[in-house]
């Protein structure tokens, strides 16, 4: 298999210039890959193998340990569902079943044709307003099951994903 060509990674070169041996290093140079591409790609992992030296495999192994790295790319739409205190107790798991009902996937997982990802995050700063969800960075509170439904459903309605037939 060919190396990967270094112009192909600009964003993240930045830091692996700053990469000085430490294996802990590694976390840093991955999370850079991940916050530039949306997910730690075969390449991203071959290219920081071949500079740093470390196995790919060694790296991928890495990878899958930690929870906040992901190996697939995220759907066009992201949808999280916050699961901090104050969320899970106005509901958050009332939330989360109709998302899952709307979506078909649960946490860490993007639907079939790419459209959505639903992810759980611990707290989205906003409280007062829980439970809570973004779309896309943008936030919906005090969702009961109707709420958001009517949010994700018109979430699918832009994304294309629902029949002429549903929206009539
Ligand atoms: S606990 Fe959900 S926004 Fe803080």
Same mark, same amino acid.
């Given at each position: 298999?060919?190396? *990967?060509?270094?112009e192909d990674f600009k964003p993240f070169n930045v830091e692996l210039w700053k990469y000085d041996g430490h294996a802990g290093a590694l976390i840093p140079l991955l999370q850079s890959a991940q916050n530039?591409?949306?997910? $730690? =790609?075969e390449k991203a992992i071959d290219h920081i193998s071949h500079?740093?030296?470390? *196995?790919?495999?060694?790296?991928?192994g890495v990878v899958t340990f930690y929870a906040q790295f992901r190996t697939k790319p995220l759907g066009k739409n992201v949808v999280k569902i916050c699961n901090g205190t104050a969320c899970h107790v106005n509901g958050a798991k009332t $939330?989360?079943?109709t998302v899952q009902d709307e979506l078909q996937i649960t946490y860490d997982e993007t639907t079939d044709d790419?459209?959505?990802?639903l992810l =759980? $995050?611990?707290?989205?700063?906003c409280c007062s307003l829980a439970p809570v969800i973004t $779309?896309?960075?943008?936030t919906h509170g005090r969702l009961d099951?109707?709420?958001?439904?009517k949010v994700i459903r018109e979430e699918k309605r832009r994304a294309g994903a629902v029949s002429k037939a549903v929206e009539e």
């Open positions: 298999m060919s190396q *990967p060509k270094t530039t591409y949306g997910y $730690v =790609s500079i740093t030296g470390i *196995p790919a495999a060694e790296i991928y $939330v989360y079943d790419g459209n959505f990802s =759980s $995050v611990a707290c989205l700063g $779309v896309n960075g943008e099951s109707a709420k958001t439904r």
